[in-house]
């Protein structure tokens, strides 16, 4: 059973489009995340959400909208891609106060 | 001044050898500290979590905590070929659930 699980695996788009990356997680936990891996590893965290509620919100830019239907799914919306969001994101699931689970990431190139 | 401080390597070393991989933080509200090891192309997997100073183990793993000095460490015993990956640091307050990585070392155990 895969804990944390995000679709798709693999995204390329061209500039300008909307896209979707969806998460799931069956672990029971209250929290879940997205973070961005730049070409250079760095994780970065982007959102994050305590049952359906945004308890964390970094200087993201605004295409950038996460939507949180229930405590074990945490989407992720981009409206207007752009070249510089080309990374790899991933979606995290945890227990607050516990170290967090992530899933296989999604690896977004926009052309 | 970086919130987390890791030496992005590469390190390499012989199979059999001790591996130490450390990390400096700069905020001493940081209470929670854990280990990830991510291969190329997956998601970090969660190898470590501690909360206190000294050290956790478990198998070959051995995590070391010195608050005084805001110094974490993860030591390798008896390294595999399979332990080379990319590790990374990652560290919480104890006030969020926000979890801040480090730049990750990328270690290759030649056999």
């Known amino acids: 059973d895969t804990a944390v699980s995000q679709t798709p695996k693999y995204l390329v788009t061209q500039m300008g489009n909307d896209k979707s990356i969806k998460c799931e997680q069956n672990l029971g936990h209250d929290t879940m995340y997205w973070y961005k891996q730049d070409s250079k590893k760095f994780l970065k965290i982007m959102f994050s959400?305590?049952?359906?509620?945004?308890?964390i919100n970094e200087t993201v830019p605004n295409r950038f909208s996460p939507k949180s239907p229930d405590k074990a799914h945490l989407n992720l919306h981009i409206n207007s891609l752009e070249l510089g969001d080309s990374a790899v994101y991933f979606c995290?699931?945890?227990?607050f106060g516990q170290g967090a689970f992530f899933g296989q990431g999604t690896r977004l190139t926009v052309v | 001044q970086k919130e987390v401080e890791q030496d992005p390597g590469p390190l390499s070393v012989p199979e059999g050898a001790i591996v130490s991989l450390n990390c400096t933080y700069s905020?001493?509200?940081?209470?929670?500290f854990m280990w990830y090891r991510q291969y190329s192309r997956k998601g970090p997997e969660l190898l470590m979590y501690t909360y206190s100073s000294g050290n956790k183990e478990d198998g070959r793993f051995t995590a070391q905590v010195d608050k005084s000095s805001k110094y974490i460490s993860l030591f390798i015993r008896d390294s595999q070929p399979s332990d080379s990956a990319t590790y990374l640091c990652a560290i919480r307050s104890g006030a969020t659930n926000k979890l801040i990585f480090g730049t990750g070392t990328l270690l290759a155990v030649q056999p």
């Open positions: 959400y305590n049952n359906k509620e945004l308890i």
């Open positions: 905020n001493s509200a940081f209470q929670y």
């Open positions: 995290a699931s945890s227990q």
